[in-house]
């Protein structure tokens, strides 16, 4: 017996970043929005205070900030000759639970995407010609950076987000990033702090020649207030960013930065512990009718709505539409369909520099987006003439914490237990500093996903299957930038040694266990051609034009950069193509 | 709404220094050198004490020198134990801080700020002026070597009020905006040397002008200027339920110092 309740205008499924965006606005424009959230309330203020919230092992290590693999996984094989297998504990990436999703426990690095990374296939075609692209599915979002820039700018005034620019308005401004894009505005508030290492690596990536710069940072430095009057205080370096909430109200997250000053609003109803199961879709099913979800008690709930938006992780959005029939699942045999397709991950490295005790570092000082990077070799910044890929990744000496379960630094050659591991980590906790390399990650036609034909979650409904290794492509790209990461690394002064990683190594296959990133991108992407993309550039499918699809599974291929900023920047464009030209007139806003 | 009030009103002559005489002149009090080098044994204790160096008796002595009003530099011009006392534990008038077990660090850091002008007193500021930065460093290292102990509270405060005071303290305001005291102070309001000091066990009144001089932007001395964007949003009732509350915990750590395990 499934409840029916009255209709709502917009229904919203997920209540993190791009869902409260999405409620705040559209409540605001008279659209009487339904937030449905999987997890719990919860409020920054009273839920993530210190020095509770400082609890490695209950937060970082058992991941109670994170999704429940009981209630929500994927399977996971690394080609279609293999048997894919529940995921059931977390690892390479943590999606997020309950109001706020993983907007509660990122790092708030927040950065815009280079103009060519949002039109990468022809950029790269009209540059090295279209045979450098050859075995790739990469293509252009069909939004262009200009188009972007108002909404990149406005979600980093509300998070209040710290740094210093390197582009404004077609102007380089020395010390900033002389590679982005042009920005109609600086940064609302100061860049962050540096510490000693990160300062020597400033110092030495100029006088490699490179351009290095403090990362744009939603960890934010002075008391402010946003564009829609909520408060945050500035940080305090205590180094809990990564996988904790903010009690101190410093890094930026959807429950202080927009659902505390719309939770008021007559036109805004959150509902928690709502599961949703799919989309119905209409008889013709050139709509959809609203959403079926399992309320907190337990009953099966039909919520009908005119509009209805899907905001929920960049994986789950896609299991959505895969269980709700909702356009065509791609076939990697054919090459045909859409949704999971582009699947694309995130190609992570990083060297390890040991400094002798001249040298220190204090790493229980720290903030998830404290860093000191270089784009010299991100996205198409530096010339990829016979290099045998496209793509790159910045460089960055982050210090993000200290936390003495996680934060190990040991050199090569160290035992990987017993007393010289222990000297070993005595020795060098305070004399390190870690030089991560995020890059970039092309989508291929291997790489996908789909309906697990075998595993079914306690709803009954099968788990994602995702079908995943690195591309040869990113793997030539890691080591190409790790190496150079790793001569910074060498040429910095006092350094005794240098030790790197890289997942994406030659030979090295990816695996779900060791934590690499939680940016899962693609699988439901944007484009301008409906055989080739889920949405059109607004957001809107082509198949269903009361759907809007929010988040990291439009992008048609990963950038270098941490996803939050463009895929808020792409939420904000889609709100206003929602509320400017199709809230009036409801129909497919561009012709398949 | 009415009681509070009256409770306000109570502390104003306080404030004003009736209770000057209560045990501040008595040079004799207070804890022998000896005594305060055995506790730096203990690396919390001297952890907490310390602010460049790690505290000697060498340093102590000279602490203790200061803190009498005397220096090779002509000292402060007014002995700390005056309004302070020999035991850190101030003159009970609730107008000056207790010192006592404040980390040292902390308090050298206040008295540069009363010297520099950050953190502005027409009785502190004179007095910091005048000692050197090696003078501040030892009467810092000297009160933060001190054991704490309890304090006698003042007036009678409402149960609501109180019941107030500790949900800001230890969750804070979602509905204001205002993050738990216990964020930075730690648990039970014990601070976290070396730059964070107690509230637990502090005089209410020295603590609620605190909030109002954040508030007001008269004190903005905090490294990460966090301080002055919490009080900008308590009102007046707010920052006497939180002092109420805070100066009335006394807990096993409060007395003892925080438990850190420090190695050098």
């Keep these: 017996m499934v409840t029916q309740l009255p209709k709502t205008d917009v229904v919203i499924v997920g209540a993190g970043w791009s869902g409260l965006a999405a409620a705040y606005e559209l409540a605001n424009a008279g659209q009487r929005c339904v937030v449905l959230e999987r997890g719990k309330w919860r409020h920054t203020v009273t839920s993530f205070g210190a020095p509770e919230e400082h609890d490695e092992l209950k937060y970082a290590r058992r991941k109670e900030h994170m999704i429940d693999t009981p209630i929500k996984t994927l399977s996971f094989r690394n080609n279609s000759s293999e048997t894919a297998l529940p995921m059931r504990r977390l690892g390479s990436f943590l999606p997020g639970k309950g109001l706020g999703g993983a907007g509660i426990h990122w790092n708030g690095q927040l950065w815009r995407p280079l103009p060519s990374d949002l039109n990468m296939a022809s950029h790269y075609s009209?540059?090295?010609?279209?045979?450098?692209?050859?075995?790739?599915?990469v293509q252009d979002w069909g939004v262009s950076y200009d188009e972007l820039e108002p909404h990149l700018d406005f979600f980093e005034k509300v998070c209040g987000t710290s740094g210093f620019a390197g582009n404004l308005n077609g102007d380089t401004v020395e010390g900033g990033n002389i590679f982005?894009?042009?920005r109609s505005d600086n940064y609302p508030t100061q860049p962050m702090n540096s510490s000693p290492p990160q300062q020597m690596f400033r110092n030495t990536a100029r006088q490699m020649g490179y351009h290095p710069f403090q990362m744009p940072s939603a960890n934010v430095t002075e008391a402010y207030e946003n564009p829609y009057g909520a408060q945050l205080h500035s940080c305090t370096y205590c180094g809990f960013c990564e996988r904790f909430g903010c009690g101190y109200m410093a890094k930026a997250d959807p429950i202080i930065c927009i659902y505390d000053v719309l939770k008021n609003h007559e036109n805004f109803e959150l509902r928690t512990e709502a599961h949703v199961l799919r989309v119905e879709k209409s008889?013709?099913?050139?709509?959809?009718?609203?959403?079926?979800?399992?309320?907190?008690?337990?009953?099966?709930?039909?919520?009908p709505a005119d509009t209805i938006c899907l905001n929920a992780y960049a994986l789950w959005n896609v299991h959505l539409m895969l269980v709700s029939g909702l356009a065509t699942p791609y076939d990697p045999l054919t090459g045909t369909g859409t949704v999971g397709r582009n699947y694309s991950y995130q190609t992570i490295a990083a060297a390890s520099v040991f400094f002798d005790k001249e040298v220190w570092s204090n790493p229980f000082m720290g903030a998830g987006a404290m860093g000191v990077t270089i784009d010299d070799f991100n996205g198409d910044n530096f010339d990829h003439t016979d290099l045998g890929f496209v793509g790159g990744g910045y460089i960055s000496a982050t210090q993000t914490n200290g936390r003495p379960i996680n934060y190990n630094p040991t050199p090569p050659g160290t035992p990987a237990w017993g007393r010289e591991w222990k000297r070993a980590v005595r020795d060098n906790y305070l004399h390190h500093i870690g030089l991560t390399v995020h890059g970039s990650s092309v989508s291929v036609p291997q790489n996908y996903l789909d309906l697990d034909p075998t595993y079914v979650d306690d709803y009954g409904q099968p788990l994602l299957r995702m079908t995943f290794d690195f591309p040869e492509n990113d793997r030539r790209m890691s080591s190409y930038v790790l190496s150079k990461a790793e001569e910074i690394g060498r040429n910095m002064d006092h350094v005794v040694d240098v030790g790197t990683v890289n997942r994406a190594a030659e030979g090295a296959r990816y695996s779900v266990v060791p934590y690499q990133t939680t940016h899962n991108v693609g699988g439901a992407?944007?484009?301008t051609d409906p055989t080739t993309s889920v949405v059109n550039r607004y957001g809107q499918m082509w198949d269903h034009h009361n759907v809007f699809v929010f988040g990291a599974c439009l992008f048609p291929q990963n950038l270098g950069y941490n996803p939050t900023g463009p895929l808020m920047g792409l939420a904000y464009w889609t709100l206003e193509h929602m509320k400017s030209d199709y809230l009036g007139n409801p129909r497919p806003l561009m012709d398949a | 709404m009415r009681q509070i009030q009256i409770a306000a009103l109570v502390s104003v002559p306080l404030l004003l220094g009736i209770g000057l005489t209560a045990g501040a002149q008595d040079f004799s009090g207070g804890p022998d050198i000896q005594t305060l080098e055995d506790r730096l044994d203990n690396d919390s204790t001297a952890f907490n004490a310390r602010v460049q160096q790690r505290p000697d008796d060498d340093l102590l002595e000279l602490g203790r020198l200061v803190a009498m009003g005397g220096a090779a530099n002509g000292g402060s011009g007014m002995a700390c134990i005056t309004c302070h006392g020999t035991d850190g534990h101030g003159d009970g008038s609730g107008a000056f801080p207790r010192l006592d077990g404040q980390p040292g660090w902390y308090l050298y850091k206040q008295l540069v700020d009363y010297a520099n002008g950050a953190r502005p007193n027409k009785?502190?500021?004179?007095?910091?002026?005048?000692?050197?930065?090696?003078?501040?460093?030892?009467?810092?290292?000297?009160?933060?070597?001190?054991?704490?102990?309890?304090?006698?509270?003042?007036?009678?405060?409402p149960g609501t009020e109180l019941q107030w005071g500790g949900q800001l303290s230890a969750v804070g305001s979602a509905e204001k905006g205002i993050p738990a005291c216990v964020n930075c102070h730690g648990a039970n309001g014990t601070g976290l040397a070396p730059s964070v000091p107690y509230l637990a066990g502090q005089y209410a009144s020295y603590m609620?002008?605190?909030?109002q001089l954040w508030k007001d932007g008269v004190r903005d001395n905090d490294a990460m200027n966090v301080m002055s964007s919490i009080a900008r949003k308590m009102n007046e009732n707010d920052m006497r339920a939180v002092s109420e509350y805070l100066s009335r915990v006394t807990t096993e750590e409060a007395q003892t110092g925080p438990d850190l395990a420090v190695s050098e």
């Design chain 1, 283 to 303: 008889a013709d099913g050139k709509t959809a009718t609203g959403v079926t979800y399992i309320d907190a008690d337990g009953r099966e709930v039909f919520q």
């Design chain 1, 126 to 137: 009209d540059r090295y010609g279209e045979e450098i692209l050859n075995g790739l599915s």
């Design chain 1, 180 to 182: 982005e894009g042009p």
């Design chain 2, 123 to 157: 009785v502190m500021s004179p007095i910091a002026d005048r000692l050197t930065e090696h003078e501040m460093e030892a009467v810092a290292a000297y009160y933060g070597a001190m054991p704490t102990g309890t304090i006698p509270k003042h007036g009678e405060v």
């Design chain 2, 208 to 211: 609620e002008l605190q909030l």
């Design chain 1, 525 to 527: 992407v944007m484009g």
